[in-house]
């Protein structure tokens, strides 16, 4: 179209002085910007072909919503399925990404502690609910093809308890979905039968009154087997619900123990606070965790404190672990803040004196803790 304009602009117009040609160049110019403008707005508008080259592997992950083929990424958020094959790893914004593994794979199990040191794992311990750091890849399937696999020692545990426990709910869920649909086949077959009555009763009318009988208690049935199926579906619901809550933890109570200076020991009045506790637990609570985080006060050099502040925070967990039996698995891995995070001010002995302690955190998964707050408003 521009082309076909262009001989109607650049005419040679004879007979003009300087000024109207002047005035003759001005609009010329300004009607060729305007059929520039109509022909990129026919393009626009799709009144001419304009071909636009995308990459394949750009294009495959734009439609699948994946990683670009040849894309290099760094992954790190939870697991939340697994295959044979692969898994898919969910980051702190929602994003989820699909992660294969190949025998070149390097997976590292991260280990906390002076004379820890990391150990090369395998993929047998990648399991759903592991917090996992993924470098690697993108490949023509819009998944990120693992080079490089961390995860924290810890973060397996915690994993490892929390599937323990989903696996019994998905079971339960599966069972309540099942009778839904039990139920849901229920149904039809009473809704035919009174369909089929109805038909009876149009062509057999001397038995009227009984096919009327029929009718009402084929839809009484009916109707009983709906109420059973929207009970089984309210019960998968609640079911689902618990599952997406069991990697969520919230804070049920927090108690401080204080020691010496310059100790780690547990004095007897500790001992006696931490044994309330774990008395506590133990009696009342599913699905807990304990969090131990030690510190210190500001006095001597900061290296010593954080070691000192990190021996305390051990002595309580040693006690828990040997005196209670707490499975190793329901303590969170201790952490020493050293002269960090004081109470108090270091100015005074008693401000000292409260800064030297270790705080215990216990904590609920919210998913059983709604379980067990439904069940106390039920009793």
Known sequence: MLARLLPFFVAVEPNINKEQKMNRRNFKVGMLACATMLAFSNIGLGQDSVALSVAPGALRALETGGVAEGQKLKVEGIVINRNDESFTVRDAKGTETGVVTTAKTRITKERKGW?????????????????????????????????????????????????????????????????????RTRIDGAEQRLNQAETNARRLSGQVDELSTVANTALSSATNAQSTADQAASDASTANDRINALDDYEVFSKMTVHFKPGSARLSARARDEIDQAANNIRANLKGWV????????????????????????????????????????????????????????????????????????????????HTQQTASKEQ
């Open 115 to 183: 004379f820890h040191s990391d150990k090369s794992s395998n993929e047998s311990e990648i399991r759903r609910g592991l917090r996992v750091k993924v470098e690697g890849q993108g490949n023509s399937e819009g998944q990120l093809v693992a080079r490089k696999i961390a995860f924290d020692e810890q973060d397996l545990k915690t994993a490892e308890a929390l599937e323990s426990r989903v696996d019994p709910v998905e079971k339960q869920a599966n069972s309540t979905q099942a009778l839904a649909e039990d139920n």
């Open 290 to 369: 304990v969090a131990v985080e030690g510190f210190a006060d500001s006095k001597g050099q900061t290296a010593k404190n954080r070691s000192l502040s990190e021996r305390r925070a051990d002595a309580v967990i040693n006690y828990l672990v040997t005196k209670h039996a707490f499975p190793p698995r329901r303590v969170v891995q201790p952490f020493g803040y050293g002269s960090l995070n004081p109470v108090a001010s270091n100015d005074t002995g008693e401000g000292r004196s409260l800064n030297r302690r270790a705080e215990i955190t216990i904590l609920i998964n919210k998913g059983i803790s």
